[in-house]
């Protein structure tokens, strides 16, 4: 007979959003038991937004040595890079935090069971662990599965053809890269390849890059990639590979065949939704993804779908604000997630910061939206950090009639930071004066902030 476990809550996957519920729910008094079959942290810690991060720093660290001519910094030798090192680093730090996550569920006393879950019904799972069978049953069920990478038809992941998850940990450099799909993981890692010295090029199906952004916030990447020699196939389409091991890509300008040693397909993930019964659980579907109202409640009742699996944006903020969310309805708190914004940023050189609307989905939106911009070129921070090379800028997105601010974006060196003001601004409400009369500390990037709301306002000053 398996060990019967009939907890409240029980949680099954154990990344950002798996994890916070199963920790909010424990600390809010509910019994929790948390079921993950990999490490503690999930995607976002163990194989995207933590291990990339650590190697474009990296990057950045060995690019910023290479090239510091401009500001009277020269090396005697040209740098080496011992990736083994580099991604030993990497490891180090996503062991910390997956240790960490470890202590932080101990701490909150919630139980966790390592294996895969199948589900029989809604409420019911076994789970496969080192010492036997597990069954659980449970009141509540919040499912963070998360999600997968997706592959092309005609080019499956698999020796040179590889996902975000196998490029983070290569065992050396490649010489030749190419990277399908010019978004989030594409560029954000073929820029880190491409400064560590690998030759890069970048097929992308749509005719610009980060296709969901609007040219003016992208066009400062574009023109790194094109500074750094990235070779960028816009309207190009994968067929898969030739005879000879080349990537097939049929372009306006006709066919294509790329050679490289390694092959990053980045097209988007998919939701996790095979392997663990959801046929046997009745939930809806929303497309790909499982369908969840404003509470993340699932169409069964007492089960209930965060992060990854009920949709985009696939950020891990949103998965963690989603699973905090869950854990206090089910323990009885009235919340709904309406959040005003969900700000991202994408971490390319330069970077780029966005939160709430961008101009043309205000005017999709029948906005009379007005547009402030203030230019890098004319901030004084912005040029001793060389933040603004490019054609940086912040831009605010107002009403036109109460001044109130729908949407900030920016693009330039060391933006990410301000990805929390503008989160910030937004969710309090802010107006186009409440910017412009917070005194910001000179010299700092988020003087451009004030700036931009000061153009709104008809009252620009360093412009
Ligand atoms: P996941 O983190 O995917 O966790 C799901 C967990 O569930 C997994 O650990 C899995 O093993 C487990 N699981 C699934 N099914 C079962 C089962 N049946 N039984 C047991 N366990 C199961 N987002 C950002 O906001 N910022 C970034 O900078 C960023 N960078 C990224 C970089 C890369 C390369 C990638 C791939 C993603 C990045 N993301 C980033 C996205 C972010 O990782 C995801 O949005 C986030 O991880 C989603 O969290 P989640 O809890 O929904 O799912
Ligand atoms: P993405 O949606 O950001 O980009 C995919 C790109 O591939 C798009 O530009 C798309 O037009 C292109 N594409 C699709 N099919 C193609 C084809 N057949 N040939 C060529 N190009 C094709 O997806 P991603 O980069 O795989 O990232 C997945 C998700 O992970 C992101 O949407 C994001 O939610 C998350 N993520 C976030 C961060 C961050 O917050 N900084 C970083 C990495 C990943």
């Known amino acids: 007979m398996p060990e019967t476990l009939r907890p409240r809550v029980l949680v099954v996957g154990g990344g950002l959003g798996g994890y916070v519920s199963a920790i909010?729910?424990?600390?809010?008094?509910?019994?929790t038991v948390l079921v993950e079959a990999g490490r503690l942290g999930g995607t976002c810690l163990v194989r995207g937004c933590i291990p990339s991060k650590a190697l474009i720093h990296a990057a950045d660290r060995f690019a910023d040595m290479v090239g510091g001519e401009t500001l009277g910094i020269t090396l005697d030798q040209p740098p080496r890079l011992d990736l083994g090192k580099t991604i030993a680093w990497k490891d180090g730090i996503v062991d910390r935090l997956s240790s960490g996550v470890a202590g932080l569920l101990a701490r909150a006393k919630v139980r966790v069971v390592a294996g895969w879950a199948i589900f029989s019904d809604a409420k019911s799972c076994t789970v496969e662990t080192e010492a036997g069978p597990v069954a659980i049953t449970a009141d509540n069920v919040i499912l963070a599965a998360g999600s997968e990478a997706a592959a092309l038809p005609g080019l499956p992941f698999g020796g040179d053809v590889i996902s975000s998850t196998e490029a983070l940990s290569l065992a050396a450099l490649p010489e030749r890269l190419v990277v399908v799909g010019a978004g989030y993981i594409g560029l954000e890692l073929g820029i880190a390849f491409r400064k560590f010295g690998t030759a890069v090029s970048v097929v992308?199906?749509?005719?610009?890059?980060?296709?969901?952004?609007?040219?003016?916030?992208?066009?400062?990447?574009?023109?790194?990639?094109?500074?750094a020699g990235v070779e960028l196939h816009l309207g190009a389409k994968v067929t898969g590979l030739d005879g000879d091991g080349r990537l097939a890509v049929e372009t306006v300008a006709g066919p294509l065949a790329l050679t490289a040693?390694?092959?990053?397909?980045?097209?988007?993930?998919?939701p996790l939704v095979e392997g663990w019964g959801i046929e046997e659980m009745a939930l809806d579907r929303a497309g790909p993804f499982v369908k969840v109202d404003d509470q993340c409640k699932t169409a069964m009742r007492g089960v209930w779908a965060i992060g990854d699996l009920v949709g985009e944006p696939m950020l891990a903020h949103k998965a963690l604000a989603q699973g905090a969310m869950v854990a206090e309805i089910i323990a009885g708190q009235r919340r709904h997630f309406d959040p005003a914004a969900v700000a991202a940023i994408v971490f390319t050189e330069p970077e780029i910061v966005v939160a709430g609307m961008l101009p043309d989905e205000a005017a999709a939106a029948g906005v009379d939206a007005a547009i402030s911009v203030f230019p890098f070129a004319a901030s004084g921070r912005a040029m001793t950090l060389e933040a603004g090379a490019g054609g940086g800028f912040v831009r605010i997105v107002s009403r036109r009639d109460d001044q109130r601010i729908l949407g900030i974006q920016a693009v330039g060196r060391h933006v990410a930071e301000l990805a929390g003001e503008f989160a910030h601004a937004l969710a309090m409400g802010a107006v186009l004066e409440d910017l412009a009369h917070t005194i910001h500390v000179h010299p700092t990037l988020g003087e451009a902030v004030t700036e931009a709301a000061l153009i709104g306002l008809g009252q620009p000053l360093h412009l």
């Open 24 to 31: 909010r729910a424990a600390q809010l008094g509910l019994d």
């Open 204 to 227: 992308e199906a749509a005719d610009r890059i980060l296709p969901r952004y609007d040219e003016a916030l992208t066009r400062p990447v574009r023109r790194w990639l094109s500074r």
């Open 261 to 270: 040693d390694k092959i990053l397909v980045a097209v988007g993930r998919r």
